[in-house]
């Protein structure tokens, strides 16, 4: 069924097999004490490890039937950009291909190295004769979660001889892979494996470790967001559980809030429990579908009840651990909104805060021109009073300023008013019969001289209506709308 697909993906798989330290093997021994071996595989010696016993017919079999199990690891290299679409073992394609061959791995391995959502599935395999099942064929292909891991299990359980053949390839098995921030898979492996050496014959025990290692790093990487969490909380103060020995001063909160840092921070951690939460129900999902393969599989399997009970319970055990971890995550979302919400708010508030410093800021320099306009009034009516002043001496002078002219220029030398007697002195002083002529030249002149003015104020008065839309003598003028004409220079 995945023949044509694996043809398709083996041209994208790049092999490097010069690659140090690339290979891993872990195996229970022959004897009685089922002892743990393992160690670092050169490519070239991947042949003869692998034939030594295997499901080939040219391989000898085994020592004893008490079943075990044989582990080739091997490192993938770092997977930096998920879109690409080739693969980097560090490994032969014909030591991949005997592996495949000599351990009956399921057809779907090679498409499970391009997969990164999890993947879980059992294949069987019947004898010809008896139409019973012969090979369980497991396929783990772990959720990739920087921080918590990425890779890929296949293996085979043979009915005949209690033995299983698995393979496991992904990236920090024996190199730290600083992309997942966590320590090599192989030793914690190697950890899990050597207490339980009497479960060497179960299929199941190799998946078993290796979901609780996930559920293992799961937890942890989930600790770390709940104490950067834990900060985040205490940067925006507002939050005091009683896990809270020393709450933060609420002086001058919210402008002392950090919000780019907490903006940031939140959302972080948001989208890490989110990809995490993925991850959590792909592990309690899979912990679920071992659980129930567990249960199926004692009837064709050489394991006895008290051992297959072992394994039920160790395995319900770590799923009930996943639903809980899973719900302590859904609180941290919860957490982690709560603490969006408020943050909303506190940037609400700081924003009222400047338009309401900007509005008072607004409302003085409003106050200061209503001060220079009243200021300004106050000028405009004292000139306006000058003006009037003004106009009134100037009309006074111009009303006395013809008489006083012809007078002074009667009053001079060139004019004999007073009568003669005949001999050269003067008689007594009286009115001159020439009296009329100083009315006939000073009237006339006076009307004209009030004429010119009279026609030079309202000609002003005019041009300054026209130029600035006020009036000299009408107060309404300031309520006109005043249209100011611009000249070009062109």
Known sequence: MFAAQRQSLLPLLKWKP?????????????EQSGRLRHGVLEDDEVHNWVLANSCLPESPPPKSMLGGF????????????????????????????????????????????F??????????ECDAATSKIKYLKILVQGRRKLGVADCVLSLCYCRDTGWT??????????????????EPLMPVLLGLLNPCLHLKSDPILIPAMLLKIYTER???????????????????????????????SLENWPSDIDIKKVTIGLHSIATELYYLNRTCLWTHECLEFLHTLAVECLDYTNRCPTRHVEMRQGI???????????????????????????????????????ALNYSRMAQEQNEISLRDVQ?????????????????????????????????????????????????????????????????????PLTLLVMAGWYVWYRRADQAWQKDTGYSLNDNTGANRTVEVGVKSDG
């Open 316 to 354: 319900e055990y770590e799923t009930t651990r996943m639903k809980w971890i899973a719900g302590t995550l859904d609180t941290s979302k919860e957490r982690v909104e709560t603490q969006l919400s408020v943050l909303y708010s506190a940037t609400s508030q700081r924003e009222n805060a400047i």
């Open 115 to 124: 997969d990164m959502v999890g993947v879980y599935s059992r294949f069987t």
């Open 165 to 182: 053949y698995g393979f496991l390839c992904g990236e920090g098995l024996m190199e730290a892979a600083e992309i997942m921030n966590t």
């Open 70 to 113: 044989r582990l080739l690891l091997c490192e993938r290299s770092s997977l930096r950009d998920e879109g690409l679409q080739w693969r980097e073992l560090h490994m032969s394609r014909d030591s991949f291909t005997l592996v495949e061959e000599a351990f009956l791995l399921p057809s779907a391995t090679v498409p499970a190295f």
């Open 218 to 248: 799961i937890h942890l990487f989930l600790r770390k967001q709940i104490v950067r969490l834990d900060e985040l909380e205490e940067e925006i103060g507002v939050s005091r559980p009683g896990r809270v020995t020393k709450a933060r």
């Open 375 to 443: 200021m300004n009034t106050r000028i405009a009516t004292s000139t306006k009073q000058d003006s009037i002043a003004m106009t009134t001496f100037t009309f006074i002078a111009a009303l006395f300023l013809p008489g006083t002219y012809v007078a002074s220029l009667f009053s001079m030398s060139m004019f004999d008013w007073l009568p003669s007697d005949g001999n050269g002195s003067g008689g007594a002083p009286r009115v001159s019969a020439n009296f009329y002529i100083y009315w006939c030249i000073t009237v």
């Open 18 to 30: 010069e690659h140090r330290g690339g290979l891993y093997f872990i195996e229970t021994s022959d």
